[in-house]
Nanobody, 123 residues
Framework: QVQLVESGGGLVQAGGSLRLSCAAS????????IGWFRQAPGKERDFVAA????????YYADSVKGRFTISRDNAKNMVYLQMNSLKSEDTAVYYC????????????????WGQGIQVTVSS
């Protein structure tokens, strides 16, 4: 069992930056792929970024490519999402999730989820 806790969210102006952190406990995350997802009010939960257990070839949604960077520190059991050039449409609750096996973009493929954290971008 893996427990995930997100932190680092908040209110930021458009064009600003935030770094989300995902802290894992219960088991080492070194063998898990990690994904970040987000859900805006009234919308489905969407894929944002994912990174494999070895940290290779991260995936990004087209909407965040070039602005967001996912990274991980297995020694610290942490995964990060650096978000730059934020836009109002990035406003959502952000979730980190873990799964055994390769990094994928499909929400239902992930077994463990954090409780989510709010990111609000004001225009």
């Amino acid at each position: 069992q893996v427990q995930l806790v997100e932190s680092g969210g908040g209110l930021v102006q458009a064009g600003g930056s935030l770094r989300l952190s995902c802290a894992a406990s219960g088991r080492t995350i070194s063998s898990y792929s990690i994904g970040w997802f987000r859900q805006a009010p009234g919308k489905e939960r969407d894929f944002v970024a994912a990174i494999s257990w070895i940290g290779a070839s991260p995936y990004y949604a087209d909407s965040v490519k070039g602005r967001f960077t996912i990274s991980r520190d297995n020694a610290k059991n942490m995964v990060y999402l650096q978000m730059n050039s934020l836009k109002s449409e990035d406003t959502a609750v952000y979730y980190c999730a873990a799964r055994s096996g390769s990094a994928v973009t499909i929400t239902k493929a992930y077994d463990y989820w954090g409780q989510g954290i709010q990111v609000t971008v004001s225009s």
